[in-house]
Each structure stands twice: as structure tokens, then as C-alpha cells.
């Protein structure tokens, strides 16, 4: 400010309007403070860090850990032991990575909402084989617009016009098992298969399915295989397959595109909006994404579903009765056509309740992986940033405080809500599964025509367990199904 200005207007004006000279003298121990002051932070930061424990735990042998004690027997043994001895937060090595898991409800709730302090992971090569951009592997900007067009597809509101075309997958499925002794978990993974390429590309693509299946099946191969990308192996096939797949994909977009039908109803549809701006990568790496997390998941719950309803004569009993009902009053509407609609699948309670049961009991998926993207406190632990932390499922749907009886096959338990966090079979916060709508409905269309129309008779063992990476039934559940008679079905 020049000597000239009145002093009204220098009285006016803030203080800090300075001169360029003043600003200069300032300006140097100005930064000098700023830099002290992170600097202070960055250093108090550590120190906290420092200071606070790891949670409770052992590590095991260098490199390899905990390992071989996890898979070499039930993984849930291990987590039992573990959470026993340690409580409900400890640290371990698996598979060549610092971890800590956790299995308190809360713990788990802190972990999968807090996408700013935990990341997903994945090891690299399975990356690769579903594709880098899928849904799974995102966080921020990317994983929210990707997450609002899966929705879109599978909301109730989305999916309530499709139930007639899930009924003919599940009828379908049905009439070639008659008569047979089947395996039974692979035929619910062809059943869940046709459902989700129904549900991505809606009836049109369906000549598409052969050549689709025919790929998907040829990566699954590949999928838990060493990940050795030469010619001949397991790997190097799936990712052929894999490039098929995302060729095949892409030729449907393209054919949409030509027929300008580009705003269809399905998960196609919503990828494809042109506001949206996906490119053809990103497409077929959620498409092949989508398939992947809802079949064997799909698949091994209603496997489990026909297990316990094996086991508990009772209960099958119940169900078949509240199924025989629906199938009764739409018989005696008279109505011509018969097919099951949205209304008819909330008409089923108990069934849900055996659904949930099941979910609870079976927990197919025991945990799942996050990374620390930064060294979090919890609960007066250090969880060091990059570390893997696993929020274990299982052991909180087997938790005696949470549920009485825990091991026990109860669906009645379900009639009064779970406490919040306790029950997540479908997961928790920003990767929370949405697909969780068209999997309920799936199951409750095959098991109404599973109860009304068929009994089965077990074969072979009858309560081994297999592992990895879903919990399943021994050997698939070999059954022998059959269609009733008539008078069967009137018994009921
Ligand atoms: C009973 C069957 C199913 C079960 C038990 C299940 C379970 C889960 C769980 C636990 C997660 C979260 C994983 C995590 O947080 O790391 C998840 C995510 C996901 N699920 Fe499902 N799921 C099922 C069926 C489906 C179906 C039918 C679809 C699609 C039609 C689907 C699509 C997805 C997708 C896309 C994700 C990733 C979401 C994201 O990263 O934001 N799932 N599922």
C-alpha cells in the first residue's frame, strides 16, 4: 500500500493486505512453520503407530506361515482355534501375507465400510482371467458408477418381469435330472449359469449360450490352476477362453448396436447406455465378472438347501405344504396360465426362512479379503497398512453369543429379524453383494418346483464336506431324483 491512500481506506482494508516487501519477510518463516507442523504430525503419526501393539497371534514358519494348518484340514477348524485362543482379532501368515482376521461383528462391519482404509485384493493372475476392470477389483469414481448399473439391473423392480423366464430355466432343469442319479451341486451350477445369461442378455442371445458356456466351463478349468501362461497348460487354456469370452461378448454389443437396441431392460442394457461410456474392455469384464460371482455361489447355497431338506424330513415336509398351496390357488383360479409371478415368490415365508438357514448354517463363502491401504488403529491394535484382513464370516454365523444352537438346522430362527451385522451372507458395505435380489428369487422358483414335483433319495456319503474355494457337500451331493406320481403329489 502506497503512502498516499487515505488512511479511511487503509483503515478499511484487512490487515493482511500487505506490501510486496512485508510479504516476502514473511513468507520464509511462514513456510518454515507449515513444514514444521506436518513434519510434527508425520513423526506423531508414526510414533502412535508404532506404539500400538499388533493383535494377539502366531505367525508360523517363515514365508509359508500358517498355510499348511489352514488348508490342510477344515478351514473353520483353524478359525475356530484361532478365535478361541486369541479372541476375536489376531494376526497370521497365509499364503505369503501378513493378515489379520477378525470375527466380531463389529470388527467386520469396521472393515468392509470403510473402503478409504481398506482396499479389495486379489492375486494378480486372477485379475487377469476375470478381467482388470471388473467390478470386484475398484474402488472410488469407478467401482460407484459400476455398482449403480449392476443394480439397476437386479433391483426388485428390475427383475420382478423376469420370474416366467427364470420358471422355464429351473422347469428345464428339472425335466433332465428326472430319473437320474446326478451330481447334484454341477447341475444347480448349469441351472445358476442359464439364470445369469438370462438375467445379463435377456432371451435374444440365448444362440449365444452354447458357445458361451462351452468358454466359461474351459476357464473355470484354468481358474485355480499355477498360474504358468505356456501353451498346453490349464492357465494358458483358461485365458484363451477368456479372450474368446470377451470376443463373443463384444459381438453382442455390436449386434445391439445395429439393431439400435441398446436400452434393453437386462444388465446388458444398462451397461450399454451411451451416457454411461463404457468401453467394449470394460463390458465384457464385468459381464464375465457378473457370471462368475453368481453361479458356484448360487449354486453351492442350493445345494446345501437340498441337503438340510434331506436331513430334516419335518422341515421338507413344511415347505413342500406352503409350496403345494400356491400351486393349488393358482390351479384353482382358473386362470390359463399357471406360471409363477413376482407376488407368488412373497407368498413364501418358510421357504425364505430355509434360504436364510441355510445361508447361515452352510456359509459357503467363510470370509473375505481386504488390504489395509494404510496403518489402521482398531480397538487399540495396529493393523499395518498393506496387511490382509480377513473378516471371517463364518465364525459369526456360528457364534454362540449371536445365535443359540448354532450348529443346528433351525429356519424358525429367522422368524425374528437377526441383530444387525450379525447375519452377511451376501457381505457387508461398498462391495456388498447386488446380485443378492435375483439369487433369493432363483432359489425359491427351483424350489418350488423342486418340492412340488420331485422327491430324492440320497447316494453315497452323507455328511462329508469338501473345501475350497466354496464350502460344499462331499463329491457334490450325488442324488437320484424323480418325478412323484400324482397320488404323491395329492398326499401333501
Ligand atoms: C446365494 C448366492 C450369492 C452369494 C452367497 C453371494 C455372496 C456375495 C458376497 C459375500 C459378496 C461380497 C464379497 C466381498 O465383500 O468381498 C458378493 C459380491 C458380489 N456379488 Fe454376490 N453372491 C451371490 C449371488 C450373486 C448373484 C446371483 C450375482 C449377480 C447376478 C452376484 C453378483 C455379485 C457382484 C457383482 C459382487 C461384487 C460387488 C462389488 O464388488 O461391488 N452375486 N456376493
Not at 358 to 373: D, K, N, P, W, Y
Amino acid at each position: 500500500m502506497n503512502s498516499t491512500t487515505s488512511p479511511i481506506i487503509n483503515a478499511l482494508l484487512p490487515a493482511a493486505i500487505l506490501t510486496t516487501a512485508s510479504m516476502s519477510t514473511l513468507l520464509l518463516p511462514m513456510l518454515i512453520l507449515i513444514l514444521s507442523l506436518f513434519l510434527f504430525l508425520f513423526l506423531a503419526g508414526r510414533r502412535k503407530s508404532r506404539k500400538l501393539p499388533l493383535p494377539p497371534g502366531s505367525m508360523g514358519w517363515p514365508y509359508v506361515g500358517e498355510t499348511f494348518q489352514l488348508y490342510s484340514n477344515n478351514p473353520n477348524t483353524f478359525f475356530a482355534l484361532k478365535q478361541n485362543r486369541y479372541g476375536p482379532i489376531f494376526k497370521s501368515h497365509i499364503l505369503g501375507c501378513p493378515c489379520v482376521m477378525v470375527s466380531s461383528p463389529e470388527a467386520a462391519r469396521f472393515v468392509l465400510t470403510r473402503a478409504n482404509l481398506f482396499k479389495p485384493t486379489f492375486p494378480k493372475s486372477k485379475e487377469r482371467m476375470i478381467g482388470p476392470q471388473a467390478i470386484f477389483f475398484q474402488q472410488g469414481e469407478y467401482h460407484t458408477r459400476l455398482r449403480r448399473l449392476v443394480l439397476r439391473a437386479f433391483l426388485p423392480e428390475a427383475i420382478r418381469g423376469s420370474v416366467a423366464g427364470i420358471e422355464n430355466v429351473a422347469l428345464r432343469a428339472l425335466q433332465s435330472w428326472d430319473g437320474r442319479l446326478v451330481n447334484t451341486f454341477q447341475e444347480l451350477k448349469t441351472y445358476a449359469f442359464n439364470v445369469a445369461i438370462v438375467s445379463i442378455f435377456g432371451k435374444d442371445e440365448i444362440s449365444y449360450l452354447e458357445d458361451l458356456k462351452q468358454c466359461y466351463y474351459t476357464l473355470e478349468k484354468g481358474y485355480n490352476s499355477m498360474p504358468i501362461n505356456l501353451p498346453g497348460t490349464l492357465f494358458y487354456k483358461a485365458m484363451k477362453a477368456r479372450q474368446q469370452l470377451a470376443q463373443i461378448v463384444a459381438q453382442i454389443v455390436s449386434s445391439r448396436r445395429m439393431q439400435r437396441k441398446t436400452e434393453a431392460n437386462d444388465l446388458l442394457g444398462s451397461f450399454m447406455e451411451a451416457k454411461e461410456d463404457l468401453s467394449d474392455d470394460q463390458i465384457a469384464d464385468n459381464v464375465i465378472g457378473v457370471i462368475f460371482a453368481a453361479r458356484d455361489t448360487t449354486a453351492s447355497v442350493l445345494t446345501w438347501i437340498v441337503k438340510y431338506l434331506g436331513d430334516n424330513p419335518s422341515i421338507l415336509q413344511a415347505v413342500t405344504e406352503e409350496q403345494e398351496e400356491i400351486r393349488k390357488s393358482k390351479e384353482e383360479s382358473g386362470d390359463e396360465d399357471r406360471s409363477l409371478t413376482w407376488i407368488d415368490t412373497k407368498r413364501m415365508p418358510l421357504t425364505s426362512r430355509v434360504i436364510q438357514e441355510t445361508m447361515r448354517v452352510a456359509s459357503i463363502l467363510s470370509f473375505t479379503f481386504r488390504e489395509a491401504v494404510e496403518d489402521v488403529e482398531y480397538e487399540g491394535y495396529l493393523i499395518p497398512k498393506g496387511w490382509k484382513v480377513l473378516p471371517l464370516f463364518r465364525n459369526i454365523h456360528h457364534s454362540q453369543e449371536i445365535f443359540t444352537d448354532p450348529d443346528k438346522f433351525d429356519p424358525s430362527r429367522f422368524e425374528v429379524a437377526p441383530k444387525p451385522n450379525t447375519f452377511m451372507p451376501f457381505g457387508n458395505g461398498t462391495h456388498s453383494c447386488p446380485g443378492n435380489e435375483l439369487a433369493k428369487l432363483e432359489m425359491l422358483v427351483l424350489l418350488h418346483h423342486l418340492t412340488t414335483k420331485y422327491r430324492w433319495s440320497m447316494m453315497g456319503s452323507e455328511s462329508g464336506i469338501q473345501f475350497g474355494p466354496f464350502v460344499l457337500p462331499l463329491n457334490g451331493l450325488p442324488l437320484r431324483f424323480s418325478l412323484k406320481s400324482r397320488a404323491e403329489e395329492q398326499a401333501v
